[in-house]
């Protein structure tokens, strides 16, 4: 029986409390409390996430595959994120990552796709 030796990607729907969809949409709370635990908790997501993601890479990178590697790009204040999600023949499927508050996009990567492996291997 094959095992799959790598752990499933970064989901960070899972990570993602159901209020903190308030606390990104800017809207209004009740109090300054309220604001500091949702902007704490947005902290914490993202910690949770970035550190998974590079938990995820190790394990990827060890065994010499590109299957769930991640695309770390630094840009503005922070980083874009991706991770490869599926590898065919000559192309790979790479996954946009909302990690943090402003999610910085690539515009190479966008919000995603389909690229050859060569593209993606040199970002790795």
């Known amino acids: 029986m094959k095992t799959n030796a790598y752990p499933n990607p970064v989901?960070?729907?899972e990570l993602i409390p159901a209020d903190?969809?308030?606390?990104r949409n800017k809207e209004k709370?009740?109090?300054?409390?309220?604001?500091r635990a949702a902007m704490q908790r947005e902290i914490d997501v993202t910690n949770d996430g970035w550190q998974r993601l590079q938990e995820i890479d190790e394990l990827a990178?060890?065994?010499?595959?590109?299957?769930y590697r991640a695309i770390i790009i630094p840009r503005g204040?922070?980083?874009?994120a991706y991770q490869v999600v599926k590898v065919n023949k000559r192309t790979c499927v790479v996954k946009h990552l909302d990690l943090g508050d402003d999610a910085w996009h690539d515009p190479k990567f966008g919000e995603g796709g389909s690229f050859p492996i060569a593209v993606v291997k040199h970002f790795l």
């Open 61 to 67: 990178k060890k065994s010499g595959s590109i299957l």
């Open 77 to 80: 204040d922070g980083a874009a």
């Open 20 to 23: 903190m969809e308030k606390f």
């Open 11 to 13: 989901k960070l729907e």
């Open 29 to 35: 709370f009740e109090n300054r409390e309220a604001w």
